[in-house]
C-alpha cells in the first residue's frame, strides 16, 4: 500500500506561532459592520486573522450552527493558520426562557482548543452576553442580537458547571461564560459503568457496539477517525470517514462538515434527529452506518 500525504491533513513540522489580533480591535471592527447590517434574533460571528477578515449569522434554531475550521467545507473558514484543525469548532445558538440568546461552543478533539478573553484555554462552554475568543492566529468575537452592544467587549463572569447553577436556564444580568467538561470522542465511554445509549456501527469492514452515557450524549459524542478512537472502532470506519465527521448531541446528529457527507434516508443531510432505530449513513462510498438507542434499565 502506498501513502499518500494529503495536502490539507498535514502540517509543516514546525509551525512558528501566529499572534492573534487583539479582541478589542476585532470587537471595534465588528461593532462597525454591525451597523451596515440588518438585526440578527440570534448571534453573529465576526473573525479577524493574518489578512482575513469574515462573519456569519448564528440564528437561533435547533437545525442551524456553525462549522469553523480550516476545511474549504467549513461556514467560517479560518485557512491561514495551519495549526487550526481542518474542522476546529462547532457554534450553536438557542434562547433561554426569558428570550435571550445563549451560544454555545464546542471543541472538535482538536489539539489546541481555544483561548478566552483572560487567556485561559477551554474546550466546551456556554455563553450570554457577547463573547470573545482567540483560536490560533484568529480572534473571534460573537454578538448577541437583540441589544445594544457595548462600546467596549465587556468582562464576562467566568465559571465551571459545578459552580454556575444551570446555564442551560439562569441568565445572570452580566455576560456569563460557563465552561463545560470536553465532549468526548466517541469509544472514550466504552467502559463507562452507567452508560445507557448503545451506539452500533456497521460497514462493510465489520459491525461494533459501543456505550455512552447519557451525560456524554449531553456534552456530545464526537464520531470519526481521529487517532484516539478505539482500536475496534478504527476497524469498522474507513478512509472515507472524516476524522470528526458526525457530533451526536442531545437528540440531534450534527454533521461536522464532513467531505462525504451525512445520510438519512438516502438524503444528504446537515443535521437529523437521533431516532431510535433510524440509520444514519456516514458518507456515500463505502459507507457505514450509525444506530443510537436507549437501553431500557
Request: charged residues 20%; glycine residues 8%; aromatic residues 6%.
Amino acid at each position: 500500500m502506498v501513502w499518500r500525504s494529503n495536502a490539507s491533513t498535514c502540517l509543516p513540522t514546525a509551525v512558528p506561532p501566529m499572534a492573534a489580533p487583539s479582541l478589542r480591535t476585532v470587537y471595534s471592527v465588528a461593532l462597525a459592520a454591525e451597523k451596515e447590517r440588518e438585526p440578527a434574533s440570534g448571534y453573529r460571528l465576526y473573525w479577524m486573522g493574518p489578512a482575513r477578515f469574515g462573519s456569519c449569522d448564528v440564528p437561533v434554531d435547533s437545525e442551524s450552527y456553525v462549522i469553523v475550521g480550516r476545511h474549504a467545507l467549513c461556514d467560517a473558514v479560518l485557512d491561514s493558520d495551519p495549526q487550526v484543525a481542518l474542522r476546529h469548532l462547532m457554534v450553536r445558538a438557542s434562547r433561554l426562557d426569558d428570550g435571550a440568546p445563549r451560544l454555545s461552543i464546542v471543541d472538535l478533539h482538536t489539539g489546541l482548543g481555544f483561548a478566552l478573553a483572560d487567556g485561559r484555554n477551554a474546550r466546551t462552554l456556554v455563553a450570554t452576553g457577547p463573547l470573545g475568543i482567540v483560536v490560533g492566529g484568529y480572534a473571534i468575537v460573537a454578538l448577541p442580537g437583540g441589544e445594544p452592544p457595548a462600546p467596549e467587549l465587556p468582562a464576562a463572569r467566568v465559571a465551571t458547571l459545578a459552580s454556575a447553577g444551570s446555564p442551560y436556564r439562569d441568565a445572570p444580568p452580566v455576560p456569563s461564560i460557563t465552561l463545560l467538561p470536553r465532549a468526548p470522542l466517541f469509544g472514550e465511554s466504552a467502559s463507562f459503568p452507567h452508560a445507557s445509549v448503545a451506539v452500533s456501527v456497521t460497514s462493510a469492514r465489520g459491525a461494533a457496539v459501543v456505550r455512552v452515557s447519557a451525560l456524554d450524549l449531553e456534552l456530545g459524542v464526537l464520531v470519526g477517525r481521529a487517532p484516539k478512537c478505539n482500536d475496534v472502532l478504527r476497524t469498522v470506519l474507513n478512509e472515507g470517514i472524516s476524522r470528526v465527521h458526525l457530533l451526536l448531541r442531545k437528540n440531534i446528529a450534527y454533521d461536522l462538515a464532513s467531505t462525504q457527507g451525512t445520510y438519512v434516508g438516502g438524503r444528504r443531510v446537515r443535521s437529523a434527529p437521533i431516532e431510535s432505530g433510524s440509520p444514519i449513513q456516514l458518507g456515500s462510498v463505502s459507507p457505514v452506518y450509525v444506530h443510537v438507542a436507549i437501553a431500557e434499565r
